[in-house]
């Protein structure tokens, strides 16, 4: 007989590694640029700035980007209730 599996959370938000696609992507490719930076000159100071530039980069794609309350609170602003004037006089009116 033929059995039914039900999948919960089938809409889920996607993710790679805890980051969403772009903020994903973001950091990689700033690691990269850090790598590159580090192959060109290799010194304490390039070190301590690629780690400064990465941890950076981490908080802002991990805390910021990734963040789902952030990104609905913050980035998303809702249309207003009245664009202009005659919309508000002609409700009104009724």
Avoid at 36 to 53: E, Q
Avoid at 54 to 68: A, C, D, L, P, W
Wanted: charged share 25%.
């Amino acid at each position: 007989m033929k059995e039914l599996k039900t999948h919960k959370d089938m809409r889920g938000s996607v993710s790679v590694h805890g980051f969403k696609p772009i903020a994903f992507a973001v950091f990689l490719v700033v690691g990269v640029f850090s790598i590159i930076a580090l192959f060109g000159d290799f010194s304490y100071k390039s070190v301590l700035v690629t780690i400064g530039i990465n941890t950076v980069s981490f908080i802002i794609t991990k805390i910021v980007i990734s963040n789902e309350a952030f990104s609905k609170g913050k980035l998303n602003e809702k249309f207003p209730k009245e664009i202009t004037d005659l919309t508000k006089n002609k409700r009104n009116a009724k």
